[in-house]
């Protein structure tokens, strides 16, 4: 299997713009996260799916951040509109369960708001 | 609520000598699970090594081995024969039995010095 792929790699754009970040999870993997990490605080989960549902969006930081798993193998974290705060590194992870199952991250997406 | 805390931002190591990262966390389950993720400059989260907290023996992969003090809640994570490839960033993350929320702890920089 390829691992989990998410694209873009880098995205910069600006204030005020729709960004959309992309994750094709493991296949066979129910359970879908996205996190976002910055320096100051650190690894946050924003969002989980499983079997397509999201389940647990508390983690999403304003109404501007939304989240979408069409199918099984497909996600979009969307931000509309984007903000410089925004800037960081989201990933998606995918897993096979919960608790001691391994979450699979993804390399990555670098937003740059300016 | 969990929290994970590594108190070391920042360590180094020479080539082939042995470094320990001390990880220590809070929670009030009984049942839970600890990770070591490696961020290595390319950005990819990948785990390292992992315990389960039932388990009363320490977890071994290969040059990486933990140290699991439940009482204390303790897990610290010790490399042997430190190569360079090991320079990274590395994350102690808990995961509760049954939970999806994996806190992550906020990182040790390691590097490796020829």
């Known amino acids: 299997d390829a691992g989990v792929i998410q694209s873009p790699r880098h995205e910069v754009t600006e204030m005020g713009q729709e960004v959309t970040l992309r994750c094709k999870p493991i296949?066979?993997?129910?359970?879908l996260f996205w996190y976002r990490q910055t320096m100051m605080r650190g690894l946050e989960l924003l969002i989980y799916?499983?079997?397509?549902?999201?389940?647990?969006d508390s983690g999403m930081p304003e109404d501007r951040f939304s989240a979408k798993m069409p199918n099984a193998s497909f996600s979009t974290l969307k931000i509309q509109p984007s903000e410089p705060r925004d800037s960081a590194v989201y990933f998606c992870?995918?897993?096979?369960?919960?608790?001691?199952?391994?979450?699979?991250f993804g390399p990555g997406t670098r937003l740059t708001v300016l | 609520a969990q929290t994970v805390t590594q108190s070391q931002p920042e360590m180094s190591v020479q080539e082939a000598e042995t470094v320990t990262l001390s990880c220590t966390y809070d929670?009030?389950?009984?049942?839970?699970?600890l990770f070591w993720y490696k961020q290595p400059p390319s950005r990819q989260m990948i785990l390292v090594i992992r315990?389960?907290?039932?388990?009363?023996q320490n977890a071994t992969e290969n040059r990486f081995s933990v140290n699991f003090q439940k009482a204390a809640k303790s897990f610290s994570l010790k490399i042997s024969d430190s190569q360079l490839g090991d320079t990274a960033m590395y994350f102690c993350?808990?995961?509760?039995?049954?939970?999806?929320?994996?806190?992550f702890g906020k990182g040790t920089k390691l590097s490796v010095i020829p």
């Open positions: 992870a995918s897993s096979l369960a919960f608790g001691f199952n391994e979450q699979f």
């Open positions: 296949s066979g993997h129910d359970y």
């Open positions: 799916f499983n079997n397509n549902v999201p389940i647990d």
């Open positions: 929670t009030s389950e009984n049942n839970y699970y």
């Open positions: 315990q389960e907290a039932y388990k009363q």
């Open positions: 993350a808990f995961i509760g039995a049954g939970s999806y929320q994996l806190t």
